[in-house]
């Protein structure tokens, strides 16, 4: 349903949810400053940039979105993408590569393609976010410590290498700016939970390096003067050769728009008791990412940790969203010029904190534990983001968990030759089962084999395996497919190679137990004119009673 969460949550409102709610938008937006401003230099852009994405698309993803408590904004996770499409292709190619993700993001909302998100595995999720997480900290090296060195290199070992041959040149006052902020983020909460620690730590560096003119860089060192006013549309100029190859980057900031803010939304359904609208939550994602980058903003999300901040606090509705991007306004505008006086390395710190909580290490050492082909797509999906690129990693690890699942699927299935039950005079397994193959009178020269499980291409080599070890080839052979709730293209052209090779040798083929979606499969189909619909049977029994039939009429014309 294409209805925004704000607009059903309006009927029931009151003044005491209001209270809840801008208590709750207050705080995030204070939570939400220090942030958007470290995404936002982490990516390779403006403090302001991360600001007006935090602005708008924050109030676009709480106004239009599908969860009642979502916050929108910068997250960590755009923090790679967005760097290396800056250093490639610019300003202008982030803008049009948003942009596109946009129109993605209302594409997938709009063809109610929000619940396949949840189809991508949790290995793949949790080797690209604990990746993000180390590529994030290893951004923040630099500024921790103040070291004097050029532009940081891009790649994982190269970058550790040139903080390695730059480590004498650490500014002892920019680690101590970072080691208190640190502190404060970690020991605040034991304080008071109400008032944000980041916060908190952001403006006690500040105030620190201000009042005592420590030699640390700051947004202003590094920046220049933001201003405090608002920013005018623009449209971004390329060519369209440059277009074309910003494809790729758009569409791994749709995926990873839909993935965090609907893993979000999940998540703040199970805090609050309620459920999202996964398709307009990506419609409203996408419309975020359409208009924010016309302010100079970046690509949005929802934000897992600003989200739950909101519910603790008190939000229940996207009012709470709407008020955070508000503060977020009136902060900007009232005390923009001040933002110049921030720390560089107090926003390093509180990144590493970011980094930190994102890694979930310990339950990365956790799935360690699960089958080894989890186990094997978390590792090669962890290790190509850090060393090689996040789309390739998630591609990769789609792949690999794709094809291992397949494995998994056609091990699952099995195809036997039920007949030899007859012959096995000690096993009683089968006495329980009404549907057993001894309780039938199976005529001479009739064999039966049963498929048990998926249909599909992955089993249809075990298929052919399996018939083609019958000695003897009989006058009928049943194929009975009680147990088959899928077929797929492979599995059917399959068949029709069994029924074509089958009439070469005198045998006749019989489909026996055939559910809904395998006929179904066989109908649509030019299968079914090779099988024949007389030989599709609902039951084995009926089955067993043509190949009778079939045998006697074989044997008088003999």
């Known amino acids: 349903m294409l209805v925004p969460k704000l607009a059903t949550s309006l009927k029931s409102y009151d003044g005491k949810q209001f209270v809840g709610d801008a208590t709750a938008g207050v705080i995030v937006g204070i939570v939400a400053l220090p942030l958007a401003i470290a995404f936002a230099i982490a990516s390779g852009v403006t403090p302001d940039r991360g600001l007006w994405t935090a602005i708008v698309a924050g109030f676009l993803i709480s106004a239009l979105g599908g969860s009642r408590v979502q916050i929108g904004g910068p997250t960590g996770a755009f923090v790679v993408i967005v760097y290396g499409i800056v250093q490639k292709y610019g300003i202008d190619g982030l803008t049009v590569a948003t942009l596109m993700a946009g129109v993605i993001l209302v594409v997938l909302g709009v063809a109610k393609l929000g619940g396949a998100v949840k189809f991508i595995p949790h290995p793949v999720v949790m080797g690209f976010t604990s990746g993000i997480a180390v590529i994030i900290f290893s951004s923040q090296v630099k500024d921790f410590l103040g070291l004097q060195m050029g532009a940081v290199p891009v790649e994982f070992f190269a970058k550790w290498q040139a903080y390695a041959e730059r480590a004498t040149t650490f500014n002892l006052q920019a680690v101590g700016v970072a080691l208190v902020t640190l ?40 920046f220049g003067d933001l201003g405090a006013s608002l920013p005018h549309p623009q449209l971004p100029h390329l060519r369209f050769a440059q277009v074309i190859s910003l494809v790729g980057p758009a569409l791994t900031i749709a995926m990873l728009a839909a993935v965090e803010s609907l893993l979000s939304a999940v998540v703040s359904d199970g805090m609050i008791g309620s459920r999202h609208r996964p398709n307009m939550e990506l419609v409203a994602q996408g419309i975020a990412n359409l208009v924010s980058p016309l302010f100079g903003g970046i690509p949005a999300t929802g934000a897992i940790a600003r989200t739950a901040t909101n519910v603790k606090n008190g939000g229940r509705t996207p009012v709470a969203g709407v008020v955070h991007s508000l503060t977020l306004l009136i902060i900007t505008l009232a005390a923009g010029r001040w933002v110049a006086l921030i720390p560089i390395p107090a926003l390093a710190a509180i990144l590493v904190v970011v980094a930190y909580h994102m890694s979930e290490w310990r339950s990365f050492l956790g799935e360690m534990d699960s089958p080894k082909s989890d186990v094997a797509v978390l590792l090669v999906t962890f290790f190509l983001t850090v060393l090689v690129d996040l789309t390739v ?16 699927m056609s091990e699952v299935t099995s195809i036997s030759a039920v007949t030899r039950e007859l012959q096995d ?46 000695a003897r080839k009989p006058v009928v052979l049943i194929i009975r497919m009680r147990d088959v709730l899928a077929l797929d293209s492979t599995g059917l052209h399959a068949l029709k190679e069994v029924v074509r090779r089958s009439r070469h040798d005198g045998t006749t083929v019989l489909l026996a137990g055939v559910h809904m979606q395998p006929l179904v499969a066989l109908t649509g189909s030019s299968a079914l004119e090779v099988i024949g619909s007389e030989n599709l049977f609902a039951t084995l029994d009926e089955a067993l009673a043509r190949a009778g039939e079939i045998v006697e009429r074989k044997a008088s014309a003999a």
Do not use: C, K
Not at 195 to 202: C, T, Y
Not at 203 to 222: K, N
Not at 430 to 439: P, S
Not at 451 to 469: C, D, H, K, M, W
């Open 183 to 222: 502190a404060i983020i970690v020991v605040w909460p034991r304080v008071e939970r109400r008032i944000p620690g980041p916060f908190v730590a952001l403006i006690a560096a500040t105030a620190v390096v201000t009042i005592f003119h420590l030699q640390v860089e700051t947004i202003g060192s590094r």
């Open 393 to 408: 990693a998630i591609s990769v690890g789609m792949v690999l968990a794709s094809f291992l699942f397949i494995r998994r």
């Open 425 to 470: 005079e000690e096993d009683d397994s089968y006495d329980t089962d009404g549907e057993a193959i001894r309780r039938r009178v199976v005529p001479p020269g009739v064999e039966v084999y049963e498929i048990n499980g998926p249909f599909f291409f992955g089993a249809v080599e075990s298929f052919r395996e399996t018939l083609g070890q019958v």
